[in-house]
């Protein structure tokens, strides 16, 4: 047994805490505990979440987790480099831009408005003078005699009669069906927000139903607002893992996410965007609230 786990261990028998109970608090498995404690980092399911495992677990029995990765720092496995997040990737990407090609970006746009304005200024002298050219060809003859056209017998009745039989259809239409009212929009938002716990309000439908996506290897947990387990495991992108679970009949969904640059929430189809920026706080317990 290491001394980071003695301490550890002291802590939560101190509290009068069972690794049964720091399982049900923390959402991490009983056997991971249990390796902290001995100091066996190999059996945990990859090296960055040794340090995610021990902070949650340090923070549990009232620890700052802080202090003991700088007092030992020696008996902790150093963990892998974070990968830079894609709006990063994105400013480089511009960066790298040359001066004349930026230039030409920026005076691109005002070249095509007035190629668009001078279009349409060729375009209306070309009508007007279109229009001009047919008005002087063809003049007025206002001494040409018009042809008398004789109306049949019985046309101005048939005309009349169907002038009538028209108001009358018009007038048998029924109205216009109102227009059903609009079904409110889903509404998922952020009720508060205090560090890594984000607590979100789901609104405005009658499913529940989560999804959550790797976008790498990400360890998650899932648990109802009782507290009892879900799924929790690690998911891996190479392997085309995901996890989907209806909640429908639950009032609450609370979802402990190991590694948030690499895992994406699905509520309904609709992607929860993190209160918290994944690049800062790597480990976070999301809460979502289901308001029927």
Known sequence: MS???????????????????LQSITKIQKRYLLGIEEGNYSMMPGKFYVRAF??????????????????????????YNEELPEQLSRVQSRKSLSPETSKVLNVLPK???????????????????????????????????QPIVEEPAG???????????????AEEEPAAEEAAPETPAQELAVASNSGKNTVYELKNTDQFVIKIVSLGETWVGLSNGSGKSIFQ?????????SQTEDMTGETEAVINVGRAPDTEIYVNDQKLEYEVPPEK????????????
């Open 233 to 241: 495991g690690v998911l891996v992108k190479d392997k085309n893992e």
């Open 281 to 292: 706080v790597m480990t976070q317990l999301i809460t979502i609230k289901f308001v029927k």
């Open 3 to 21: 001394e980071l786990g003695i301490i550890l261990k002291e802590a939560r028998e101190a509290k009068g805490l069972s690794l049964d109970e």
């Open 54 to 79: 021990i902070k949650q677990y340090a923070e549990a029995v009232g620890l700052d987790p802080d202090q003991l990765f700088e007092q030992h720092k020696s008996e902790i496995p150093s963990t």
């Open 111 to 145: 070249i095509l408005i007035i190629i668009f304005i001078i279009g349409a200024i060729a375009l209306v002298w070309y009508l007007i003078v279109k229009n001009a050219g047919d008005d002087a060809g063809h003049p007025a003859d206002t001494n040409k005699s």
């Open 155 to 169: 046309s101005s009745d048939e005309s009349a009669d169907n002038s009538s039989n028209e108001e009358d259809a």
